[in-house]
T-cell receptor
Framework: NAGVTQTPKFQVLKTGQSMTLQCAQD?????MYWYRQDPGMGLRLIYY???????DKGEVPNGYNVSRLNKREFSLRLESAAPSQTSVYFC????????????FGPGTRLTVL | GEDVEQSLFLSVREGDSSVINCTYT??????LYWYKQEPGAGLQLLTY?????DMKQDQRLTVLLNKKDKHLSLRIADTQTGDSAIYFC???????????FGKGTTLSVSS
């Protein structure tokens, strides 16, 4: 049981390049989330998916797109990377019981030059 | 709007107790959470408390909840150097089931 996995762990992009951050969970959770973490800002929600086939915007969705490919996988795409998207990106998933606790992946550290 | 506030830094000596404080705004929050982030790692759930409780104890951790003042605290007894990390307070937000996080308190434990 690997929990929540993310790839890659580190990435450096040039401004304008595109890339997709991958996330997968093997806990059969319906809900999945993408957050970004910036120094002094805590974690901010980018997008979330309450179930396979549905996605919704969070607090900071601009510049990102997501795909909920199946129940296990939830990817985050940067179409044209900007230096402001330099951040640490965390994927999380949540089981359907009422305590609403979320399980986090190890993060992807992205630098946009 | 929704907001969770925490002090940014706390420094203690090994063996002392640490108390990390948090205030939140959403009075309808049913659960409140404490997460721990070690350097270079993701967030790990430490504990949570249901809103109808005043206190929850789990080994060295004690969570106190004051609903009237919307104040949450995490006490770590006999703090160890391995407790050095960033601690995040969180409440459930309005957007689906996402969490609203504070900015995190960096706990530094010196020997």
């Amino acid at each position: 049981n690997a929990g929540v996995t993310q790839t890659p762990k580190f990435q450096v992009l040039k401004t304008g390049q595109s890339m997709t951050l991958q996330c997968a969970q093997d806990m059969n959770h319906n809900s999945m989330y993408w957050y970004r973490q910036d120094p002094g800002m805590g974690l901010r929600l980018i997008y979330y998916s309450a179930s396979e086939g549905t996605t919704d915007k969070g607090e900071v969705p601009n510049g990102y797109n997501v795909s909920r490919l199946n129940k296990r996988e939830f990817s985050l795409r940067l179409e044209s990377a900007a230096p402001s998207q330099t951040s640490v990106y965390f994927c999380a998933s949540r089981p359907d019981y009422r305590t609403n606790e979320q399980f986090f992946g190890p993060g992807t550290r992205l630098t946009v030059l | 709007g929704e907001d969770v506030e925490q002090s940014l830094f706390l420094s203690v000596r090994e063996g002392d107790s640490s108390v990390i404080n948090c205030t939140y705004t959403d009075s309808s929050s049913t659960y409140l959470y404490w997460y721990k982030q070690e350097p270079g790692a993701g967030l790990q759930l430490l504990t949570y408390i249901f809103s109808n409780m005043d206190m929850k104890q789990d080994q060295r951790l004690t969570v106190l909840l004051n609903k009237k003042d919307k104040h949450l605290s995490l006490r770590i007894a006999d703090t160890q150097t391995g407790d050095s990390a960033i601690y995040f307070c969180a409440e459930k937000g309005q957007a689906g089931t996402a969490l609203i996080f504070g900015k995190g308190t960096t706990l530094s434990v010196s020997s």
